[in-house]
């Protein structure tokens, strides 16, 4: 009998975490009138209609557009502090290279789910509109705040996203994004940590990542869901 080696949850997750970012290319990008801590949710809204104008200048050649996804995505996301948190022992257990190599794999990911989103190359955020609705510090913490937003949908419910957004040297960057109440860093603490220990380590880890992303496992599926967990033999 064979035995998963890395869930199909964690291969799916991390994009989970980074399809809620595609919210704010897809459609109208707004403010509520009334909020007592602006510039958080403005941090919001420029990223997304910054990162739709840039990758979509006719003048930017494919290699460029990558290159420019990439810095606009660890301008606005603190990979670092996601990955530390995300695997937290095996984060320390971890020697640089390996750490170095997680975070690359991690951003990999991003690139090739995330990427067309933002290109107009998908469809999935069309004629949705995204509202900042509220913010507010987290507890005494005069760094970090919570942007309440709202993804309203033309054929379903609206979406209510929580942003947890730190402020440093005079720039913002998300920390977590909870959906409906669930905070993907958690989800993916418990998955990336639960894969970590299955596998041995942060280095077995890091080549499945590189293998799911080599089957494209994290690419755009316009048809369901073609993933599937590696196998132990």
């Not at 971890?94 to 951003?107: C, I, K, S, V, Y």
């Not at 005069?142 to 419910?157: A, L, N, S």
């Not at 603490?189 to 894969?195: F, L, M, N, T």
Request: charged residues 30%; contains cysteine.
């Amino acid at each position: 009998m064979t035995r998963a080696l890395f869930p199909r949850r964690l291969c799916l997750c991390p994009v989970r975490m980074l399809l809620v970012l595609g919210m704010l290319a897809g459609g109208g990008v707004h403010r509520a009138e009334a909020q007592a801590t602006p510039d958080a949710g403005a941090f919001l809204i420029a990223f997304g209609q910054n990162a739709v104008k840039e990758l979509n200048d006719p003048a930017l050649s494919a290699d460029n557009q990558e290159k420019r996804f990439r810095e606009l995505f660890n301008e606005a996301v603190d990979i670092p502090a996601i990955g530390r948190f995300i695997l937290g022992p095996y984060w320390r257990q971890a020697q640089e290279p390996e750490r170095a190599d997680f975070l690359d794999a991690f951003e990999d990911i991003a690139l090739q789910r995330f990427l067309p989103m933002f290109t107009r190359k998908s469809d999935e955020f069309t004629g949705k509109s995204f509202d900042v609705v509220d913010q507010r510090p987290v507890g005494k913490r005069p760094d970090q705040f919570f942007v309440y937003t709202r993804v309203e949908r033309p054929e379903g419910p609206p979406v209510d996203l929580i942003w947890r957004v730190r402020k440093q040297d005079w720039k913002y960057k998300i920390l977590d994004i909870s959906v409906q109440g669930l905070s993907m860093a958690l989800t993916l603490r418990d998955e990336y940590r639960a894969a970590a220990k299955r596998l041995g380590g942060v280095g077995p880890l890091v080549r499945v990542m590189r293998k799911k992303l080599s089957e494209g496992a994290y690419a755009h599926k316009t048809q369901g869901v073609a993933r599937t967990a590696p196998q132990a033999e």
